[in-house]
């Protein structure tokens, strides 16, 4: 079993803020589906259990598309999406790398991901929302 470490994070107003338990290296998806690639968002997959919402649930807003299977929240007062449960991986969480207090000092690979292609491609995902 991997050593997990708890991270901070959360939205530019901080009205939600969130924890996270990640391995000391991790891999982040830079997907190029049509909501990832508009906001420039990379993110970082996790277990259901290793995320905690600690406030702002009430400041969410909540964007569904397509089968209305990922949950996208964005903070109604900033406009960030700290977080959110994927498609590929419904039974997770997608952290926002860059929503981590500490983004800049963690090892982070980046790797690309075909979400245009996501029939294709989601398999490729699915392990990492898995418990650890």
């Not at 995902?125 to 650890?132: D, E, F, M, N, T």
Request: proline share 5%; net charge neutral; charged share 25%.
């Amino acid at each position: 079993m991997r050593d997990l470490h708890t991270h901070k994070g959360g939205c530019h107003c901080q009205k939600v803020r969130f924890e996270v338990d990640l391995p000391e290296a991790m891999e982040a998806e830079e997907c190029n589906c049509s909501i990832c690639a508009k906001s420039g968002n990379i993110h970082i997959i996790v277990p259901a259990r290793h995320f905690r919402l600690l406030q702002g649930e009430g400041a969410l807003t909540l964007y569904t598309f397509n089968k209305g299977t990922a949950k996208h929240f964005f903070c109604a007062t900033c406009g960030v999406k700290s977080y959110y449960i994927p498609r590929s991986n419904p039974d997770g969480v997608a952290v926002t790398w860059r929503c981590l207090d500490d983004w800049d000092q963690l090892d982070v690979t980046v790797d690309p991901f075909d979400g245009q292609n996501w029939e294709a491609n989601a398999a490729r995902l699915a392990h990492k929302s898995k418990p650890v």
